[in-house]
């Protein structure tokens, strides 16, 4: 079956740094990939849609300003957390469809 | 009310035993339902799909109501391994195939 990558799988960094997140689909291609962030006993919650060519499209309350989304060609897109702070901090997940997730990564700011 | 809605549980439920878990949407004009499992700091990994006629896999059913917006998962004969969170998920088939996800219920299989 498809599969989804992301890398890296986790992260630790300092308050102020920023962190970029890949997401690949492995064999075949995504126009759009979706971008989810999950804390801790909570639902995964949408971030935001992720468009190959075009701008992505973000959910209420995410600043698309903090969370840069490139989607650059049809088989990867990124998630950048600029300016991260300690309350970035989550599991981050990426999808290509509703069946196809990639493993996450967990983001910690110190 | 939330879009879609799930009793967080935890089940603790007896291997063995048959457990059943329901998940209410409120969006009437839902196409797509799924049922999915996900393991402690796992992604979440598709169950199965729901079909409207209702649609067996092994040891897990699922069904919906459309006339209530619901749908459930019952597991028969558990096993210690389906100890997991399963997240119910609808697809609002919106122009941008957004999928909600449920809270989730957490389910704890007993030797």
């Known amino acids: 079956g498809a599969v989804v990558s992301q890398h890296p799988s986790w992260v630790i960094c300092k308050s102020g740094t920023s962190v970029k997140i890949e997401c690949r689909s492995l064999?075949?291609?995504?126009?759009?990939m979706f971008w989810y962030r999950q804390f801790p006993k909570q639902s995964l919650m949408l971030m935001a849609t992720?468009?190959?060519?075009?701008?992505?499209?973000?959910e209420q309350g995410v600043e698309k300003d903090k969370f840069l989304i490139n989607h650059a060609s049809l088989t990867l897109s990124t998630l950048t957390v600029t300016s991260a702070h300690p309350e970035d901090s989550s599991f981050y997940i990426c999808?290509?469809?509703?069946?196809?997730f990639g493993p996450g990564t967990r983001l910690t700011v110190l | 009310r939330k879009e879609v809605e799930q009793d967080p549980g935890p089940f603790n439920v007896p291997e063995g035993a048959t457990v059943a878990f329901n998940c209410t949407y409120s969006?009437?004009?839902?196409?797509?339902f799924f049922w999915y499992r996900q393991d402690c700091r796992k992604e979440p990994k598709l169950l199965m799909s729901?079909?409207?006629s209702g649609n067996e896999d092994g040891r897990f059913t699922a069904q919906l109501n459309r006339a209530s917006q619901y749908i459930s998962l019952l597991i028969r004969d558990s096993k210690l391994s389906d100890s997991a969170t399963y997240l119910c998920?609808?697809?609002?088939?919106?122009?941008?195939?957004?999928?909600?996800f449920g809270k989730g219920t957490r389910l704890h299989i007993l030797p």
């Open positions: 999808s290509a469809s509703e069946k196809f």
């Open positions: 064999d075949f291609q995504a126009t759009t």
């Open positions: 992720s468009n190959e060519g075009s701008k992505a499209t973000y």
């Open positions: 998920v609808v697809n609002a088939e919106s122009r941008d195939d957004k999928i909600i």
């Open positions: 969006n009437s004009a839902s196409q797509s």
């Open positions: 729901v079909y409207s």
